[in-house]
Nanobody, 130 residues
Framework: QVQLAESGGGLVQAGGSLRLSCAASLRTFSSHAMGWFRQAPGKEREFVAAIGWSGPSTYYSDSAKGRFTISRDNVKRTLYLQMNSLKPEDTAVYYC???????????????????????WGQGTQVTVSS
């Protein structure tokens, strides 16, 4: 059974930084595109960042671009999200997700769609105080 376990969330002041991690039980982790999504109270889950398995290329939402960095360590089977210059509006539960093995999209659009992801973690809370 595939397990994705997020960690690294917490309470931070505006302007601060956090590094989220997602440990994956996927034996074929290096062949899965991965993504980070977030969900604030009363809002829909939204795309934050994604990283392909071939390349790998990275993709960001407009709100994450320039402040967040997604990366992966295929040996450790771990996905990361480095978040800098955090704002109160970044407060949300952050989820990591994986796309089926070997799937490659030529358009970044597909990496931002929740429905393209087959496996999800339980989430980690990030709270940014003003």
């Amino acid at each position: 059974q595939v397990q994705l376990a997020e960690s690294g969330g917490g309470l931070v002041q505006a302007g601060g930084s956090l590094r989220l991690s997602c440990a994956a039980s996927l034996r074929t982790f290096s062949s899965h595109a991965m993504g980070w999504f977030r969900q604030a109270p009363g809002k829909e889950r939204e795309f934050v960042a994604a990283i392909g398995w071939s390349g790998p290329s990275t993709y960001y939402s407009d709100s994450a671009k320039g402040r967040f960095t997604i990366s992966r360590d295929n040996v450790k089977r771990t996905l990361y999200l480095q978040m800098n210059s955090l704002k109160p509006e970044d407060t949300a539960v952050y989820y990591c997700a994986a796309i089926k093995e070997g799937i490659f999209y030529s358009s970044p659009y597909f990496y931002s769609r929740l429905g393209e992801y087959d496996y999800w973690g339980q989430g980690t809370q990030v709270t940014v105080s003003s």
